[in-house]
């Protein structure tokens, strides 16, 4: 009987963690939840199968799962039996690694495996969340459906998380390409030009400041670099950490200017989940469990968590609790509980899904018009102090002679 290792959560404060043999994922959650605890986590502890999965199964992509159940979802509606779907899929997989792994799924359900079972086998490719919507599919006779709509949502999560990224990549390489620029003047080429002023008895004031910093640079250079290599190290350990990565992520939210980018963000992910679990017929309490684990940031993930256990477990509307939230927008609370009154929750929370996508779609680009000058000023302003620095004493021989 495989085994499982969990974490999950007992009373408000608590968290527990441990390990179950079980037939299934599906077993001990139940077990679990007749304990009186919440899951957090759930993985089948890796075992030698003695030729089924391998014990690492490398780097894949998110596309590539995603473009997995588009495939998969396309050949089940046409009538091709699963077994025989899995081995087309498998034939048309670019990644060796991941074809390896299609064909020990199929392997498994020759064997008398559930789709879904066979999922929970792979928790790094398949996220609980999307072995629970596989698990409601195969109860409803309606795996191709809830495959495609499972494509159809990584793929809008996708282009949100490439939006995201193409607001940050350019002001971010401004950034990286003029701080390494003045590092290097400074600390290498700088105290060789100041020498020409050796011999001047009274220099301006940009000048007596440059030839101070540019001799700090050119001896102690290495010291700014091992901060920055420290400061570095510190977030990377700090995220590592539960409680690290907690105190980074709410001071995430404290930072006006990135406060909105990682509260739509995340906000999308969750109303999405939301969506689609309760579009599955999977009880709203197990739905915020696992919409709360596609949630990026901690802080707000343990918000979630907050409102299943301290509102919807005790029969409260999820609106009231999103109103008692201290992170959660007015908005988001008043449009669920709009949907809750109408019985439209599902269509509510793709509506605010959608909203925040083009908030998000909005911000960025008004951030990276706003950033990409501001960036070039501060870079250019840098360099004309170097440059007036340089050229003030020469002019103010000129004016003498």
């Known amino acids: 009987m495989p085994v499982f290792s969990y974490k999950a959560k007992q009373g408000p404060d608590r968290r527990v963690e441990g390990e179950m043999e079980a037939e299934s994922e599906a077993a001990v959650l139940a077990r679990l939840e007749s304990m009186g605890c919440s899951p957090l986590r759930v993985r089948e502890k890796e075992t030698d199968r003695g030729g089924g999965r391998p014990r690492r199964l490398g780097r894949v992509g998110r596309r590539d799962v995603t473009l997995f159940s588009r495939q998969l979802a396309s050949l089940l509606r046409a009538g091709v039996p699963i077994l025989r779907a899995l081995s087309i899929v498998s034939e048309q997989t670019d990644n060796r690694r991941f074809r390896k792994a299609i064909q020990a799924m199929a392997a498994a359900i020759r064997d008398g495996k559930a789709f879904s079972d066979v999922c929970a086998d792979w928790p790094e490719l398949f996220s609980p969340l999307y072995t629970n919507m596989a698990r409601a599919g195969e109860s409803a006779g309606a795996l191709d459906d809830v495959l495609a709509r499972l494509a ?151 918000e979630l968590e907050t409102v299943r256990i301290g509102v919807v477990q005790q029969g409260g509307a999820l609106a009231d609790g999103f109103k008692a939230s201290r992170f959660f927008p007015p908005l988001a609370a008043n449009m669920v509980g709009v949907g809750e009154e109408t019985g439209r929750i599902e269509e509510t929370l793709r509506e605010l899904a959608t909203f925040y996508e083009k908030q998000i779609e909005y911000r960025g680009k008004w951030v990276g018009s706003l950033l990409e000058p501001i960036l070039i000023l501060a870079v250019g302003g840098v360099v004309g102090f170097i440059v007036a620095a340089m050229l003030l004493p020469i002019f103010e021989i000129g004016t003498g002679l």
């Open 152 to 302: 159809d949502e990584r793929e809008k999560d996708e282009e949100s998380r490439r939006k995201i990224q193409a607001a940050l990549a350019y002001p971010g390489l401004i950034l990286a390409v003029g701080a390494a620029t003045v590092f290097v003047l400074l600390a290498f080429f700088m105290p060789r030009v100041v020498r020409l002023f050796d011999g001047f008895r009274q220099l301006p004031l940009p000048t007596r400041i440059l030839i101070a910093i540019t001799d700090f640079m050119g001896e102690y250079w290495h010291w700014p670099l091992l901060l920055a290599v420290l400061a570095a190290a510190i977030v990377a350990r700090l995220s590592a950490m539960e409680k690290g990565r907690l105190f980074m992520d709410r001071l995430r939210l404290r930072i006006p200017a990135l406060r909105h980018f990682v509260l739509e963000a995340d906000m999308v992910r969750c109303a999405r989940t939301l969506a689609l679990l309760l579009d599955a017929g999977i009880p709203i309490n197990r739905a915020l469990l696992l919409a709360g684990d596609t949630m990026a940031n901690t802080a707000l993930r343990e």
